[in-house]
C-alpha cells in the first residue's frame, strides 16, 4: 500500500516526538551521570529540530497529527525509562534498534516519494542520515553488550513497526 504524502508527514512527526519522549526518560532515570548522557541529549536535541521541521509542515500543509500523541508520550518516556534502567548499553540499544527501522520506513518513503516531492523527501533524506548516525553512535557505544541485545532490540523493532502503522491510521 503507497502512503499518501499526509500519512508520511503525521507518522513521521509522530516518531520523532516519540524519540524525544524516549530520550526524556533515558535522561530522567540516568541524568548526566553517564558516558553516554551527553550523546543522548545531543540526539534529543537533534530530535526536537526533525519535530519543530515536521510540525511547521503539518501547518503548512494542513494535516492533522496523529490522535495518539498521548500514548506515545506515555509509551516513549516508559520505553526510555525502562531502557536506562536496565543500563547504558541496554539505553543504546534502544536507540539501535529505532533507528535501524526508522532508516528502513524513511528509505521506503523515499522511494516512493521519487522526486515528486522535493521538500518532503529532502527533509526525509535529511532525517534519514541523521537517524543513521544515531544508530552509529548507538552501536559505537555499546548497545550490542546489552544484556539479552538480540531479544532487545528485535522486540523494541517490532513496537516500533506497531506504533508506525498504528500511526498512519489513527
Not at 30 to 59: N, P
Not at 88 to 100: D, K, L, R, S, Y
Request: aromatic share 6%; proline share 4%; net charge negative.
Amino acid at each position: 500500500m503507497t502512503e499518501t504524502r499526509e500519512v508520511m508527514l503525521r507518522v513521521n512527526q509522530a516518531g520523532e516526538f516519540g524519540a524525544i519522549r524516549i530520550y526524556a526518560g533515558q535522561l530522567a532515570v540516568m541524568g548526566d551521570r553517564t558516558s553516554i548522557s551527553g550523546e543522548i541529549a545531543a540526539m534529543a536535541q537533534q530530535e526536537a529540530v526533525h519535530r519543530e521541521r515536521f510540525d511547521a509542515l503539518l501547518i503548512k500543509r494542513g494535516v492533522r497529527p496523529t490522535a495518539l500523541q498521548p500514548l506515545w508520550s506515555a509509551a516513549g518516556f516508559a520505553l526510555g525509562a525502562a531502557t536506562a534502567l536496565i543500563g547504558p548499553e541496554a539505553a543504546m540499544a534502544c536507540t539501535a534498534a529505532i533507528e535501524t527501522e526508522i532508516d528502513r520506513h524513511y528509505t521506503e518513503q523515499l522511494e516512493q516519494l521519487g522526486e515528486d516531492d522535493p521538500e518532503l523527501s529532502g527533509m526525509i533524506r535529511e532525517f534519514r542520515d541523521d537517524e543513521r548516525e544515531h544508530r552509529d553512535t548507538a552501536l559505537a557505544s555499546g548497545a550490542e553488550r546489552a544484556p539479552a541485545y538480540p531479544l532487545l532490540f528485535n522486540a523494541i523493532r517490532m513496537g516500533c513497526r506497531v506504533a508506525i502503522a498504528v500511526s498512519k491510521r489513527i
